[in-house]
């Protein structure tokens, strides 16, 4: 998936073990299934607050009235550098952020103070390809934390404590994790990264309580299963397809939605066939882990466009009755619709929401598409293809608004990219890509030096798109919608937090921030007042990425570092 410049953990400070800021005694919540099911309004218990993925909080108090009014009203640096990209998850007044290098931070979420700190004891020569974490999950009155070594952890939610770690995999082997768990039934569910190390991914689910191993099931199908023969030979035992971020979960037929990431190594010549379950959505039943539906977004991927984003799970007018819909901005550059059942997905539409040259044409039936030969890349050659290799939209995720019926997308438009392809060797713990990184290009096309980075908002309803606002940088913002008809999102390099009217696109209210804004933006209320909250800390993708376009560009452009979370409220 993403991929560039190791960077070594930095252990010696980290020590695996809560920090007290003080004695505390204040009550907690315990987290319950029904709780997750139908989180009260004020707060925000899982990654994108509710399993359907929308990434919207009812709440109304801050609208398009008042919205320029908000203000800073507390914040907290973590003294952390690299990219903060997990939510600010919240329970009761107690609010939980996770920092690169697996910190997990639990606040007072009215004033900001310290309540207690737990700091992972990472390995001496642990390498991290991607160092940062995706947020907790919470269950009960615990804290559950998914690690860069491949651990899954579950800490007292009072007090920090470690009341258990489950080794998940090998990280020598490149395994690694960065996702937020999904906690669904008492079951906590993990996927690894790694794709591009030559490993083989799966998805594990473990017992909230025990942290015994429940099921696990490979995204990479095994002799006898069905979809192995799309892999030759024993490509299989090194075929990436790791998944990044957390799932959706429909509670009517206990199915877990997955994301799958991109096959390894990344040139697709080097492993002929469609490669299951790569680039896909999966549907696991939660409660044996097996796979009852799937389906490819593109196959034998070449492109290094990984579909690890979860599907929104919204029900949708179709010809005059209501469809149970999966909803994808895919990497790919594609908006895909798709129909869910118990046992099933099927094909409803796709179409392009940023410049794509690669499809030729979609199956009408199963949404298979169909490719400009010239546009893939292959190893020996030189192949350019548009979107880049980061896609119309990354890892960010899209939010849904029940009250506009908008889909809003963070995308990224005028970029293409070029490969030149090798043979891979595999060596253990190694990158397996077959791509070298001199040999990795970004392309902006000319309108790029206008703009880059895109907040589309798509009806739909209609399948159209109803507005677009446009930005010079590039954008990484993941979405937040809220009940008062504003979406919130950061992303771009000039540090900016916005506020947008739901309906026009229009920039209502904007704050500049210490750093570049990657993190996933939530709200919550407490005491009557709501307050929104997100992590400012640039770093990873986002900055590799621009030093691509400082070199394309001629320029140089400077994003601080360093993490702080913000929460804004009214005066």
């Excluded at 009014?69 to 507390?74: A, N, R």
């Excluded at 998914?146 to 579950?154: K, P």
Aim: with cysteine; charged share 20%.
């Amino acid at each position: 998936m993403r991929f560039l410049f190791l960077t070594l953990a930095l252990s010696f400070t980290l020590l695996g073990v809560a920090a007290h800021a003080a004695d505390d005694a204040r009550p907690y919540s315990p987290v319950t299934d029904a709780r997750l099911t139908a989180p009260e309004p004020g707060n925000w218990l899982m990654y994108r607050r509710t399993y359907d993925s929308w990434g919207y909080s009812p709440l109304k108090q801050i609208d398009t009235s008042n919205v320029a009014q908000l203000k800073p009203l507390w914040s907290f640096s973590t003294g952390v550098e690299e990219g903060h990209q997990a939510p600010p998850i919240v329970n009761d007044g107690v609010m939980f952020i996770t920092t690169p290098r697996d910190q997990v931070l639990a606040l007072d979420a009215r004033s900001g103070e310290l309540i207690w700190r737990y700091r992972r004891e990472l390995p001496a020569d642990l390498f991290q390809l991607h160092p940062t974490n995706r947020g907790v999950a919470l269950y009960g009155d615990r804290v559950y934390i998914a690690t860069v070594d491949a651990f899954l952890v579950a800490l007292d939610a009072r007090s920090g404590a470690v009341i258990w770690e489950k080794p998940v995999e090998n990280y020598l082997a490149g395994y690694y994790m960065t996702m937020a768990p999904l906690v669904v039934e008492g079951r906590v569910m993990v996927g690894v990264s790694g794709g591009e190390f030559g490993v083989r991914g799966f998805i594990q689910a473990f017992d909230a309580t025990s942290g015994e191993s429940l099921w696990k099931t490979f995204t990479v199908p095994g002799p006898g299963e069905p979809g192995h023969d799309s892999w030759p030979g024993e490509t299989w035992k090194k075929g990436g397809v790791p998944v990044w971020i957390t799932g959706s979960y429909d509670a009517e037929t206990k199915l877990a939605y997955w994301g799958t990431g991109n096959a390894g190594p990344w040139m697709g010549d080097q492993r002929a066939g469609d490669n299951l379950y790569s680039t896909s959505v999966i549907a696991l039943d939660v409660a044996s882990g097996a796979i009852r539906a799937h389906h490819q977004y593109h196959w034998n991927d070449s492109w290094d466009w990984d579909e690890v984003a979860a599907p929104l799970l919204i029900d949708l007018e179709r010809n005059g009755k209501k469809q149970k819909s999966l909803v994808h901005a895919g990497r790919d550059g594609y908006l895909w619709v798709l129909e869910r059942s118990a046992n099933d997905i099927r094909y409803v539409s796709g179409q392009p929401y940023v410049h794509q040259n690669v499809f030729t044409k979609l199956d009408p039936e199963s949404g298979r598409p169909q490719y400009d030969p010239t546009k893939i890349p292959r190893s020996g050659s030189r192949s350019e293809f548009c979107p880049s290799l980061w896609g119309g939209k990354d890892w960010p995720p899209t939010a849904y608004s029940p009250d506009t019926g908008y889909l809003y997308i963070p995308a990224n438009e005028n970029l293409c990219s070029a490969f030149t392809g090798e043979k891979a060797k595999y060596r253990r713990g190694e990158l397996y890509m077959g791509v070298p990184f001199a040999k990795i290009e970004v392309l902006p096309t000319p309108e790029a030096r206008d703009h880059i980075g895109e907040l589309q908002a798509w009806d739909l309803a209609t399948g159209k798109k109803v507005w677009t606002s446009k930005f010079k940088s590039h954008n990484w913002g993941p979405v937040l919608t809220t009940g008062g008809g504003l979406v919130f999102s950061g992303g771009t390099n000039d540090r900016y937090f916005r506020a947008f009217d739901a309906k026009s696109g229009k920039i209502l209210w904007q704050q500049r921030t210490n750093s570049g804004v990657v993190g996933v933006p939530t709200s919550y209320s407490l005491d009557g007042k709501q307050y929104v909250a997100v992590q400012s800390g640039w770093g990873v993708d986002a900055q590799r990425k621009q030093d691509f376009l400082d070199k394309a560009f001629g320029t140089h452009t400077q994003v601080p570092q360093g993490g702080v979370l913000w929460v804004f409220g009214l005066p």
